[in-house]
């Protein structure tokens, strides 16, 4: 039983790059989110998805999209990376009420 | 909107010291749940304890204890006889309790405590 696993878990990227974070749960959990950590900002929302074929967006969207691709898994894609996403990013799942987390993922952006 | 205020940014102990870590919430619901998670040096975020809003019975584990008080709208955390492997930053955090399949639960976090243990 893994939990929560995040690939890959560190990526340096050039101004204007894509990439896709990739997040599974063997937890059979519903709900999944994402998150990203910044310096005395603690843990700020993404985006999350309730159930199955729904998203929504959290806190702080902009320049993020997400895929619930099926019940295990939920990506985070950056269409053009800037130096401002430049975070550790965090993906978890809940089942009733308690979120459990991912690794983590830490990127760069340059 | 939900907030959380953990007003201590740095502590600094030394080992077997008991240390207490604030926090402090608002909401506007009437039915929601607080947690605490632990993330060491290493970076993982551990889940350490969730309390319900209806239940405010103070909780004791091992070395760890809670105090949660809605009148104060406070959910305090203490380590007693703290250790090096303590070491970590410290977060509170506030979820709604939103019936949705009973599983979607945003999270608002605190910006968390740096708890230093010195031997």
């Known amino acids: 039983n893994a939990g929560v696993t995040q690939t890959p878990k560190f990526q340096v990227l050039k101004t204007g790059q894509s990439m896709t974070l990739q997040c599974a749960q063997d937890?059979?959990?519903?709900?999944m989110y994402w998150y990203r950590q910044d310096p005395g900002m603690g843990l700020r929302l993404i985006y999350y998805s309730a159930s199955e074929g729904t998203t929504d967006k959290g806190e702080v969207p902009n320049g993020y999209n997400v895929s619930r691709l099926n019940k295990r898994e939920f990506s985070l894609r950056l269409e053009s990376a800037a130096p401002s996403q430049t975070s550790v990013y965090f993906c978890?799942?809940?089942?009733?009420?308690?979120?459990?987390f991912g690794p983590g993922t830490r990127l760069l952006v340059l | 909107a939900q907030k959380v205020t953990q007003a201590q940014t740095e502590i600094s102990v030394v080992e077997k010291e008991d240390v207490t870590l604030d926090c402090v919430y608002e909401?506007?619901?009437?039915?929601?749940?607080l947690f605490w998670y632990k993330q060491p040096p290493s970076g993982e975020l551990v889940f350490l304890i969730r309390r319900n809003s209806f239940d405010e019975q103070n909780e004791i584990s091992g070395r760890y204890s809670w105090n949660f008080q809605k009148s104060t709208s406070s959910f305090n955390f203490t380590i007693t006889a703290s250790q090096v492997v303590d070491s970590a930053v410290y977060f509170c955090a506030l979820s709604e309790a939103r019936d949705s399949g009973g599983s979607n639960y945003k999270l608002t976090f605190g910006k968390g405590t740096l708890l230093t243990v010195n031997p």
């Open positions: 937890m059979n959990h519903n709900s």
């Open positions: 909401t506007r619901d009437t039915t929601y749940y």
């Open positions: 978890a799942s809940s089942g009733w009420g308690t979120q459990y």
